[in-house]
């Protein structure tokens, strides 16, 4: 089974899942208590040292922001934008989740925020670790924004099966399986159908075994961005190296848009108990 640290999920993506995991318990059921809620928060940081929020009043910590959203339903959506590209995040935080390159949205009765974690790594390259802060803004209402940039769950794994195949065409005709073992290793890894061993609440129903699916299929998509785009490798012109930069930054679009629309659940959506 692939570790979450070998194939990385945005902590913005992470957080939406548990959000989703603990809002509104089904009727007759407790609500979450605190050794739920702990577990939760320790799923989103990781190794991580314990993340803080601010701009919230009575919330300090990740298990304060979960205990607040498992009183009321929310709407949540992780955005994943990236320069030129905002995918729907609001204007107030643009500049800042562009710069953390993810964004989680929440919506409830009570308003609309937009959370962008701030991470400070501190230590050596040999043990290194990371202060995370969700800074929370109060926004306007997002949710038609974000569709109409994100789309649906089924035009997401539409535009992955095309990106899936512009990567690996480009990646062959670039020649990179020569040049990176290690690009040639991830292109394999496509084909793999063990889901990874992240720290997301278990999918109990096929609704949310899709997501996952979705979310595994594009999170190894941009990992082979990364490893394609680390350097020249096998581009042997200017031209080749554009070709093969344009032909990427759309499979790591596709990819962004497919984790925000898995990631996210609105009014109409599935029942969050189902990611319980």
Known sequence: MESHSALPLPR?????????????????????????????AAAVHQDDEPHTVEGLDGVATLVDLLARWARTPVEVCAVLPAPG??????????????????CLLVQSADGAWALVPEVTEFGSVYERGHLVVWRAVTVPTWRT??????????????????????????????????????????????????????PIPAARSESVARRVRVLAQAARLRAIVDLA????????????????????REVDRAARRAMSAASARYATGPEPSTLR
Do not use: F, Y
Not at 229 to 248: F, H
């Open 145 to 198: 924004q974000v569709l109409a940039a994100v789309g649906s769950l089924a035009d997401a794994e539409r535009d992955l099966r095309g990106a899936l195949l512009s990567a690996t065409e480009a990646l062959a005709a670039l020649d990179v399986a020569r040049w990176r073992e290690d690009a040639a290793d991830a292109i394999a890894s496509l084909r793999s159908t063990t889901p990874p061993d992240w």
């Open 12 to 40: 913005a993506v992470v957080l939406a899942l548990w959000a989703q995991a603990l809002a509104a318990p089904p009727e007759g059921a407790a609500p979450p208590d605190d050794a739920l809620l702990r577990r939760a």
């Open 85 to 102: 590209d905002v995918l729907g995040v609001p204007a107030p935080v643009s500049a800042e989740a562009t710069d953390a390159e993810e």
């Open 229 to 248: 785009t680390a350097d020249d490798g096998g581009a042997v012109n200017l031209w080749q190296a554009d070709q093969r930069s344009t032909a990427l």
